[in-house]
């Protein structure tokens, strides 16, 4: 945990800081909230909220003549940013009333802490308390009925912490869960992704679930989401262990959405359901590329896979076959897997050479040719390019059959 001292440092060498403090040095200017948060536990945070007692138009102005940015005014809050180039934010809120009452209206005893060069630290709720003792705590039980969102980052903050929820406040979770139902989807969504790329999510999704909330975000039964999350716990706390490095280090990248890989394979996990005429999500909205890959991962993640046999799998399930062999636990397949990308890209032959092969065919029946012949290959009943001739050149005949087998393949041939 941070000293004082240290944190003042801290906090007054960085520029923009120090330059903010400057410019509002007549003005009650107090930073709150995550950064100083952060900034106690030792981790570093990009975003900072200040409040400012009095107007805050002309102090932005001011700092942003100075340090350039752009102005953003929110119509809810009434809170205005200032967004830098580089990616860093700035928000102001003004203080018409006394600090304490502001900062009671903050979710968390640890995100009501503030800071000024003239006051230091003013900790009105033991939120420093908390931190040091990893517990999640609310200030106010009405705040959860403004911000139901607060619920979900209850839980999200715990896994953060590798802590826990106060008692009284997962009381009043499970009193007020159904109001998640008042928050837009894309919040909810957010949030929940942040709290599965944690790398304990599984410990909170549970209580989650026993508490009530989790069965007003999804359609799935409470048995069913038991199973699911014993899943994502079997992942988290077995297979990720037994990864190797450059995989661990993968599962940390950004997907969609703020979404970690880590988080895209968990949700997968956690929204299976094997009762296919209900709706699974609720009030989640995810990207495309985050509904297709977790589309084709609960398409094929029951499906057993073989070496040397597993060509179909992998063709249909495209970029979510590595999914499979993570969720699966058989990396001992990886090798296999490599071997079908080597053949699918290259292989013996050509897609050229295998469409002049079968100069007969038409229309569906090349595709048809084109995978067949690859998955001869892969499965070594084709090992090189006279027996794939034969090969290409016997399917074709087949193919273009007039019989049960050209009805079959739903392919168009050329007349002889």
């Known amino acids: 945990m941070i000293s004082e001292t240290k944190l003042k440092k801290i906090i007054l060498s960085d520029r923009y800081n120090s330059i903010i403090f400057k410019k509002g040095r007549r003005r009650n200017v107090y930073l709150v909230g995550g950064y100083i948060r952060d900034l106690i536990r030792d981790y570093h945070s990009p975003d900072r909220d200040y409040i400012v007692r009095g107007e805050i138009e002309p102090l932005i102005e001011e700092i942003k003549d100075r340090i350039g940015g752009t102005i953003i005014r929110f119509k809810k809050g009434g809170t205005t940013r200032l967004a830098m180039k580089n990616g860093l934010t700035f928000d102001f ?3 018409t009333g006394i600090l304490k009452e502001d900062l009671s209206r903050r979710d968390f005893t640890f995100n009501a802490i503030a800071w000024s060069p003239h006051e230091g630290i003013i900790d009105l709720f033991h939120g420093i308390d908390d931190i040091q003792k990893k517990i999640v705590r609310t200030i106010r039980n009405e705040n959860f009925i403004h911000d139901p969102l607060r619920m979900i980052r209850a839980y999200r903050f715990a896994a953060e912490f590798e802590g826990y929820i106060e008692k009284g406040t997962r009381q009043l979770i499970k009193l007020l869960n159904n109001n998640i139902k008042k928050t837009a989807s894309e919040r909810i969504t957010l949030e929940l992704f942040q709290l599965l790329n944690l790398n304990q999510s599984s410990r909170y999704l549970k209580m989650a679930l026993h508490d009530g909330l989790m069965g007003n975000i999804l359609f799935i039964t409470s048995e069913q989401l038991e199973r699911n999350i014993k899943q994502i716990s079997l992942f988290e706390n077995n297979t990720f262990n037994k990864l190797p490095r450059i995989f661990k280090v993968k599962l940390k990248e950004i997907i969609s959405q703020n979404l970690t890989y880590k988080g895209l394979l968990c949700l997968a996990l956690l929204i299976k359901n094997h009762s296919k005429e209900e709706q699974v999500c609720y009030r989640l909205k995810f990207s495309n590329r985050i509904e297709r890959r977790v589309n084709l991962i609960l398409r094929f993640i029951d499906e057993r896979i073989i070496k040397g046999k597993a060509f179909d799998i992998y063709l249909k399930a495209e970029d979510a076959s590595m999914d499979l062999l993570i969720l699966k636990n058989r990396l001992d397949c990886l090798s296999d897997y490599k071997r079908f990308l080597k053949i699918w890209n290259e292989g013996i032959m050509s897609s050229k050479e295998i469409i002049r092969y079968a100069d007969k065919v038409t229309g569906k ?22 027996s794939a001739k034969q090969f290409i050149k016997q399917l074709a005949g087949t193919v273009c059959n007039k019989g049960a087998a050209a009805k079959d393949f739903s392919v168009s041939c050329a007349s002889d």
Do not use: D, F, P
């Not at 001869?376 to 006279?386: L, S, T």
């Open 93 to 95: 809120s003004g203080l």
């Open 365 to 386: 029946g090349i595709g048809i040719i084109i995978n067949e012949t690859k998955k001869a290959h892969y499965e070594g009943r084709v090992r090189n390019k006279i």
